[in-house]
């Protein structure tokens, strides 16, 4: 089997392209921040696709959006990484994985090769064909997907942990080459893709978020204070040593203000000891709660309860 140069369609596949050399096309000295000022749509997309996997809902294929997709998908992992919810983004890249699977199943097998080979695996076009006896009729089984056998077991290595169908044994093995069929060839680089779009998430400072993405992630979790801090700010001027922990404990974890409120050693020692809001459990114990809010610590309401 031999094919012609694939031509990849970036549209589609997103992930495949940096963020970095995507920018360029806008221009050397272009920033992610410019971008925001002219690009409300792909900002609006990115945060529909996150609200979706919030509303259980499934995701369109990027090659049903309009415009410069590659920047919604950095966009979406650039709003993920400042939510902060380990939840919600592993939820989400399973949904991004799930939609580039039905994709993939759907592409010619050059197409299907060359994004393969971007990933990092190593896949030949060496096609064999197998005879199945089925009672008195024989089935044809081609297998048009050739991997090293040393390569296949590197690629497959957590996969085989996860599923027996990726074992060698389940395999049809020749020449030293394992072979595949196109939807096993496509599970191991749904594989690749989930990696790498974990290892970009993971690779976001959150200092290298732009403000306006920061802003419309508290938009999203719908940020509140707790009914209890509502209470004790009330009574700032007139609370116990035990309330005025709690509510300097709760101001430090959401980042706010405290100049005002305590000294800065008392402040740098919370710090130190990274002490967090007491649990509502706690709060209620004190006889501090005053509103059942259905969540299990204070800071749930402030950050969101995202999932």
């Known amino acids: 089997m031999s094919f012609e140069l ?5 549209s589609k596949y997103p992930f495949l392209k940096s963020l970095e050399d995507e920018l360029k ?5 272009i920033t992610i921040k410019d971008l925001l000022i002219i690009s409300k749509e792909k900002l609006d997309e990115a945060k529909n696709r996150i609200e979706n996997i919030m509303k259980e809902k499934l995701n369109v294929p990027y090659s049903q959006l309009h415009g410069d997709t590659v920047l919604t998908f950095y966009l979406s992992l650039l709003i993920l990484s400042a939510l902060g919810s380990k939840i919600l983004t592993e939820k989400f890249v399973e949904n991004e994985v799930s939609v580039f699977k039905s994709q993939l ?4 097998p ?3 090769v060359e994004i393969a080979k971007m990933l990092g695996i190593n896949v030949n076009t060496d096609e064999i064909e197998l005879r199945e006896y089925q009672g008195k009729k024989i089935r044809s089984i081609r297998l048009p997907f050739a991997i090293n056998f040393v390569e296949y077991l590197k690629y497959s290595k957590e996969l085989r942990k996860k599923d027996e169908k990726f074992s060698l044994r389940k395999h049809v093995l020749q020449k030293g080459n394992v072979y595949l069929d196109k939807s096993e060839l496509v599970d191991l680089i749904t594989y690749r893709i989930r990696e790498r779009i974990m290892n970009i998430i993971k690779q976001i400072q959150l200092t290298d978020v732009p403000e306006e993405i920061k802003k419309l992630a508290d938009e999203i979790k719908g ?14 001027e007139n609370l116990t040593q035990e309330e005025k922990k709690i ?3 709760y101001m430090i974890d959401i980042g706010a203000d405290t100049r005002d409120f305590a000294p ?3 402040v740098k020692e919370i710090k130190k000891n990274r002490v967090i809001v007491y649990s509502c459990e706690r709060i ?9 809010c259905g969540v299990k610590n204070p800071l749930q309401l402030y950050y969101g309860k995202l999932l």
């Not at 096309?25 to 000295?29: D, H, L």
């Open 264 to 266: 800065e050693e008392i």
């Open 110 to 112: 050059d197409v299907v």
């Open 105 to 108: 199943m759907m592409e010619r």
């Open 247 to 249: 509510l300097l404990t």
């Open 25 to 29: 096309k806008y221009g050397n000295s």
């Open 284 to 292: 209620k114990e004190l006889s501090l709660c005053v509103s059942n």
């Open 6 to 10: 694939a031509l990849i369609d970036y």
């Open 223 to 236: 940020r509140k204070t707790p009914p209890c801090i509502m209470e004790l700010m009330k009574r700032k």
